[in-house]
């Protein structure tokens, strides 16, 4: 069987790099799965839960938010801007961010994109600190 | 007698003084040390960046993003100038100054409007004491400063580009370029040059890639991506060039002190001799005088 092997980069540092049996990733408008030898791919990530599966069944998952997905050959990099193990966020903050978010005043249509977008992070964040 | 004196207190001070700078360099190293690792590490994504970028290259496409753009005039601009918060680091502080004044006088004569944004409390002092007015200024960049605070000066600086309410970013900073060579450079971020310059995975050959959504959404998303990453780039160097010229300094000052307890010890015997020497010609002249 071909190996994959799952690097993930955030602009401060490498924060995994070591071969995985199968990872999940959130992309802009859905998940995505990978399997070795899968074909090339280039992808835009949105926010949510990266997944991922080592070779003797245990399983890791980082919340991600925004970024790329490079597949090439066995290798997956994830580039992200802020990657946090799913573990170590706490509900209450992530339930106080949420609030937060929704408090905030929009005017524009900019603000108003802007804003749905960060509702979305905050909730899917939320999401993220209940599961593990 | 009281220069005897004298000189046992200035050997104690300057032997403190030592203590202070030797100690100083040891922290500045330790320091280097670390901002360097950190600085390694980020060079990874600025590598992947570029990987990416040169992957987009293949795939015949035009390359063009608003922050790829030059504006047609140049009417604002931001200045923004990375010095440190702390002194005794040489000429680091200076260097940055020098440059970043010749900058905003050569910009200014031109008849831009250039608005001035400073980090690090000693380029504030100095601009404050030349009564130079600051659009910003900011003292929480600290050698351990995080993606995401530099994040949100690149967020408001990518949207001000966009709306064309600014039409060019400078960043004065130290660039590093080797260990034992670090300059004060001015560099124009945006509009952004190149895109990573040759465009990394060249000896892979063509990779057919699928791209999601679409090579030109990809674009649009990473040319900023590129940016923060760069901007981001800027602050580690200038932290790590900032160890460096401590790390030099200190040891300057450090082998100085010990030159001049070196001097100083000396006069002291000197002295010591020299008094030992006249009270025994006393008691000789004493003892002469009696007999």
């Known amino acids: ?132 | 007698m009281a220069n005897r004196r004298l000189l046992v207190k200035r050997l104690k001070a300057v032997r403190n003084i030592r203590k202070i700078t030797r100690t100083m360099e040891l922290i500045a190293t330790s320091r280097f040390k670390k901002a360097m690792d950190r600085a390694t590490e980020a060079a990874e994504y600025t590598r992947k960046i570029s990987e990416i970028v040169g992957d987009l290259g293949q795939a015949d496409l035009r390359f063009s993003h608003p922050l790829l753009e030059k504006h047609a005039e140049e009417k604002r601009s931001v200045l923004l100038v990375l010095t440190a918060n702390r002194g005794l680091c040489g000429g680091y502080n200076a260097g940055v100054l020098r440059q970043s004044i010749a900058h905003l006088r050569g910009l200014r004569e031109r008849g831009v409007d250039v608005s001035l944004e400073v980090s690090g409390k000693r380029g504030i002092k100095f601009l404050n004491f030349q009564k130079i007015a600051m659009a910003q200024s900011y003292m929480h960049f600290e050698d351990k400063t995080t993606f995401a605070e530099v994040n949100v000066l690149a967020t408001r600086y990518v949207d001000d580009y966009i709306a064309g309410r600014i039409d060019r970013l400078d960043v004065a900073y130290t660039r590093f370029e080797s260990s034992s060579k670090q300059s004060a450079v001015v560099e124009t971020i945006l509009p952004i040059a190149s895109l990573a310059g040759s465009g990394g995975g060249a000896g892979s050959g063509r990779v057919d890639y699928e791209f999601l959504p679409s090579a030109e959404e990809i674009l649009s998303e990473i040319v900023p991506a590129a940016f923060r990453a760069r901007l981001f780039k800027c602050f580690l160097d200038a932290i790590v060039s900032e160890q460096i010229a401590r790390m030099v300094a200190m040891k300057g000052a450090t082998e100085n002190a010990d030159e001049m307890a070196g001097s100083l010890k000396q006069q002291y015997n000197r002295a010591r001799q020299a008094g030992i020497t006249s009270e025994l010609a006393e008691i000789i002249g004493g003892a002469a005088a009696l007999g």
């Open chain 1, 1 to 132: 069987m071909a190996d994959l092997r799952l690097v993930l980069v955030t602009p401060e540092k490498t924060l995994f790099d070591r071969p995985v049996a199968s990872l999940q990733v959130p992309l802009f408008d859905g998940g995505a799965g990978f399997y070795p030898g899968r074909a090339p791919l280039v992808g835009r990530l949105g926010a949510g839960v990266l997944l991922l599966r080592g070779a003797s069944g245990e399983s890791e998952s980082y919340f991600i938010d925004g970024g790329f997905v490079q597949v090439k050959g066995p290798v997956v990099s994830v580039l992200t801007n802020s990657a946090v193990e799913c573990g170590q966020i706490s509900r209450r903050t992530a339930q106080q961010q949420l609030t937060d978010v929704l408090g905030e005043r929009a005017v524009s249509d900019e603000e108003y994109r802007s804003k749905a977008r960060r509702i979305e992070t905050a909730r899917r964040r939320l999401t993220a600190a209940g599961r593990e």
